[in-house]
């Protein structure tokens, strides 16, 4: 069994930073390729950033490439996900996603994903 816990969202001001975790746990061999998604109301979930898990390859859609950057520290089994210069539009559910053959774009390719943690941009 894979069980994903993120942790660390919650409300920032424009222009703040934030740093997401997720804490993996279980047949974390199995795993190709992490990744945050984020889904906000109405929107479709969209890949923020993803990154292999052995190995160096990571994958950033155009936006918002250069403002977030994804790492991992496979001695804890943990992905994260650092956000700068927030904006209003970054406020969404954000999820991490182990996927056991893809480092992809496409939430499909992924089998496992944590409950979710929100981060809401507002001043």
């Known amino acids: 069994q894979v069980q994903l816990v993120e942790s660390g969202g919650g409300l920032v001001q424009p222009g703040g930073s934030l740093r997401l975790s997720c804490a993996a746990s279980g047949r974390t061999f199995s795993f190709y390729a992490m990744a945050w998604f984020r889904q906000a109301p109405g929107q479709e979930r969209e890949l923020v950033a993803g990154?292999?898990?052995?190995?160096?390859?990571?994958l950033y859609p155009d936006s918002p490439k250069g403002r977030f950057a994804i790492s991992r520290d496979n001695a804890k089994n943990t992905v994260y996900l650092q956000m700068n210069s927030l904006k209003p539009e970054d406020t969404a559910v954000y999820y991490c996603?182990?996927?056991?053959?893809?480092?992809?774009?496409?939430?499909?390719?992924?089998?496992?994903w944590g409950q979710g943690t929100q981060v809401t941009v507002s001043s």
């Open positions: 990154i292999r898990w052995s190995g160096y390859s990571t």
């Open positions: 996603a182990a996927s056991t053959n893809l480092l992809s774009a496409h939430p499909g390719n992924y089998v496992y």
